[in-house]
């Protein structure tokens, strides 16, 4: 209808050019009204192509975005396939989402009067509704990864505390036996001096027979001496093994 409208008014311009001589065949009034529809109609149909043009540069813009998050999906499925794989990759999928929706709404509200591109805006929101859908699994998979990552650290962590207070266990143990390995060792190093000592202690007897009972009697307490002082020497108590080379000396006069 405006096609027929707008030759209608180029017509009626050439008609009156061609016969402008005779004011009956149409009138001025006539000419502009027609002219000025035909102007009217001119600037809408710029208009019309200015905004379909501008509706296309959405889409295309659009269709750009989708693919970039296409591509980023892409990488998450293979991250994940690697155990490599980010929340932070999931929620910047989700911002970009949200952004094309956005302006998929504005687009929707622009081409209601255009029907082809009301068809592609379609399509496009089943695409971003599906697109929406994968996210939703990938991020319940990672989910569900770092949750059984978590517990396992956990896990870890408590076994690592058991084995340390193990560990700490058997230190002071350790530390218990060797304190009493050292007071043993110093008991049994006394009891050599002691013996020691009633060798060294013993008297002089003036009778023959009474000097050698109490030289047996010196001697037996060496010998028990020694045999305390090597104990202590095998308990770790090195000053022992000092004492046993003088009892031999003293057994050897």
Excluded at 177 to 188: G, I
Aim: a neutral charge; proline letters at 1%; glycine letters at 4%.
């Amino acid at each position: 209808m405006r096609t027929f409208k707008i030759a209608l008014a180029a017509a009626l311009a050439v008609l009156f050019a061609a016969s402008c001589e005779d004011p009956k065949f149409v009138s001025r009034k006539e000419y502009d009204t027609l002219a000025q529809e035909y102007q009217d109609l001119k600037s809408g149909s710029e208009a019309i192509r200015e905004e379909y043009a501008q509706q296309a540069q959405a889409v295309d813009s659009i269709l750009m975005q989708l693919s970039q998050i296409s591509g980023s999906t892409l990488t998450l499925r293979t991250d994940m396939e690697r155990g490599t794989a980010r929340m932070t990759q999931v929620q910047k999928i989700e911002h970009g989402l949200v952004d094309v929706k956005a302006r998929m709404e504005e687009l929707e509200k622009a081409t209601r009067n255009n029907k082809a591109l009301r068809s592609m805006v379609k399509s496009l929101k089943k695409v971003i509704a599906e697109k929406e859908a994968e996210i939703e699994s990938l991020k319940a998979e990672i989910k569900k990864k770092d949750e059984t990552i978590s517990a396992q650290h956990q896990t870890i962590t408590e076994q690592s505390g058991t084995i340390e207070n193990q560990n700490s266990i058997i230190n002071t143990q350790k530390d218990n036996l060797r304190a009493l390995l050292a007071e043993q060792a110093q008991m049994l190093f006394q009891a050599g001096v002691d013996f020691e000592d009633m060798g060294d202690e013993a008297p002089e007897m003036s009778f023959r027979r009474n000097k050698r009972k109490m030289a047996d009697f010196r001697n037996a307490m060496y010998q028990k001496a020694i045999v305390y002082y090597r104990q202590a020497e095998a308990a770790g108590y090195p000053e022992a093994a000092y004492r046993i080379s003088a009892i031999e000396e003293k057994l050897a006069q």
